[in-house]
């Protein structure tokens, strides 16, 4: 008798079926959490601690682990102006849908916005995409500011320490998704704003070279750029690249007011606590950087050159992505006419007056309705449009512009006579629950939502975001999204690209 049961206990477990929140990778075994139709795999280590004398180098690889490890909680964000962020921050989530199994579904590596500056990747639920979309879904952090793009000369890597983590991030995908049902042979990198900037450079980088294999680029052209004062006062004009000469002055210039110079001027810096070096974070806003083995040209001019990965794209904006960027700056202080003008002066110098009688005050709700849009055009839709078209050259490549006028206001910047519009990141609460919350759409907005996940998950899976039923998106047009229609738009006309073409010359 005592043999059956053991023969039967036995058999038992050998058949008993496996857990499926518990997954091995590389370095261990994590166990997620159940929510609705989807799992979830928080705060997964991809890359050791960049703290000590580790902060401002390459990421290392994790340490392994014994025993399995909680993956029911997002890892803390980067260092930033949050209390619970920590530069021992390098952790990715992983969201698939309940029956994902050894599927090989398609994956998607998702960078986030935040101008280089703040945000984390768990602050993007995927838990819709991965169900409706039928994808597995990547959500990852990388160093932030001072700490992921700060160079000095002789340091190794310089200016680039937020790009090896998302890299990183790649190879990780790479190396483990298969075991969480995502097939490594079938990658899009996607990012939104400094997530997109970071995609477009990637696409121009020997390193990421078979590490993805489709794009899709929001409200981050390689070719975005800012004149004197187009995206705050008083600032100079500005990319979303730095040099890296400019860089490693910056960085000089850091050291210096830390009373860190000399042959340890490193040493004493990584000395220092991280909420002193907190301080100099918007110093390094917008400094990924070029002229280093990483990306070798600027983004901007490798994309004219073709010096770019051959893969599909998905790349498109906002269609009023400066308005709440422009209300942040008439809180402070109203722009008035007066004001108007000095901004038109200040950004275009003698041909202010042209951009004036192009885009006179009157014809609009306010003054600062007319700069957000003189900015909108000139620094970001036009220079995507012209991004759009030089990849398209050499790359199947979908255009887009999103456009709910009543999109749910995520920036919460408000500012007289400035409606928010279809402002930058309003189209992310049409893809993600933004902070694990999702947001409360009406019927057509709900329709949208699930019109835009079927493209995104479609181009994801194919290269192409034509799917039966959906509206068609030709490789020739630019596609407007908006809840009462999805069409193709006159978007170069609609921006006046022609204009400030001529502008520029």
């Not at 990421?59 to 980067?78: L, M, S, Y």
């Not at 050894?102 to 280089?116: A, D, F, I």
């Not at 190794?156 to 298969?178: E, K, P």
């Not at 100099?280 to 070798?296: K, M, W």
């Amino acid at each position: 008798m005592h043999l059956v049961l053991a023969i039967v206990t036995g058999l038992l477990t050998i058949v008993a079926p496996a857990d499926p929140l518990v997954v091995r990778t590389d370095t261990g075994q994590v166990r997620g959490v159940e929510s609705g139709a989807t799992r979830t795999f928080n705060g997964i280590r991809f890359a050791a601690p960049p703290v000590g004398e580790d902060r401002w180098k390459p990421p290392r690889p994790p340490e392994t682990w014994k025993d399995v490890a909680d993956a029911t909680k997002p890892g803390p964000a980067c260092t930033q102006y949050l209390p619970d962020s920590a530069e021992d921050c390098l952790f990715l989530n992983v969201t698939v849908p309940r029956d994902a199994g050894s599927r090989r579904l398609p994956v998607l590596v998702w960078l986030h916005g935040g101008g280089y500056t703040m945000d984390a990747g768990s602050l993007y639920g995927a838990q819709r995409l991965a169900d409706q979309g039928d994808v597995v879904v990547v959500t990852t952090n990388y160093r932030l500011g001072v700490f992921g793009y700060f160079g000095l000369p002789g340091l190794v890597g310089s200016g680039d320490f937020g790009l090896m983590d998302q890299l990183s991030a790649l190879r990780w995908t790479q190396r483990n998704i298969a075991a969480f049902g995502g097939d490594p042979r079938n990658v899009t990198l996607a990012g939104q704003s400094a997530g997109g900037m970071s995609t477009c450079a990637l696409l121009t980088s020997p390193a990421a070279a078979g590490l993805f294999h489709k794009a899709a680029i929001m409200s981050g052209s390689c070719l975005l750029d800012w004149p004197p004062g187009g995206l705050i006062p008083n600032q100079p004009a500005q990319t979303p690249y730095s040099p890296l000469a400019k860089t490693e002055a910056d960085g000089a210039a850091v050291a210096e007011s830390h009373g860190c110079e000399g042959p340890d001027a490193l040493g004493c810096l990584r000395r220092l606590p991280a909420a002193e070096l907190l301080k100099d974070h918007q110093s390094f806003a917008n400094h990924l950087t070029y002229g280093t083995p990483l990306l070798p040209l600027d983004p901007a001019k490798a994309v004219r050159r073709g010096a770019f990965h051959r893969v599909p794209v998905l790349s498109g904006g906002t269609h009023d992505e400066m308005r709440s960027f422009i209300a942040g700056v008439a809180q402070h202080k109203p722009i008035t006419e007066e004001r108007y003008q000095e901004f038109l002066r200040n950004a275009f110098g003698e041909r202010a007056d042209e951009v004036a009688a192009k885009y006179p005050s009157r014809d609009y709700e306010s003054p600062a309705m007319a700069w957000a849009t003189v900015t909108t055009d000139r620094s970001w839709a036009c220079p995507t449009a012209e991004g759009n078209r030089l990849l398209s050259r050499r790359t199947p490549l979908y255009a887009y512009e999103f456009d709910d006028k009543n999109a749910p206001d995520v920036n919460r910047i408000e500012a007289p006579g400035l409606p928010h519009g279809a402002a930058h990141a309003l189209d992310l609460v049409y893809l993600f629950e933004l902070s694990g919350v999702e947001k409360s759409l009406d019927p057509a907005q709900r329709r949208l939502s699930e019109q835009m996940i079927t493209y995104w998950t479609t181009f994801m899976r194919t290269g192409d975001p034509n799917a039966s039923g959906s509206p068609r998106w030709d490789r020739d047009v630019v596609l407007s999204l908006a809840p009462d229609a999805i069409r193709p738009v006159a978007h170069a006309a609609d921006h006046r690209c022609g204009f400030w073409a001529g502008l520029r010359s």
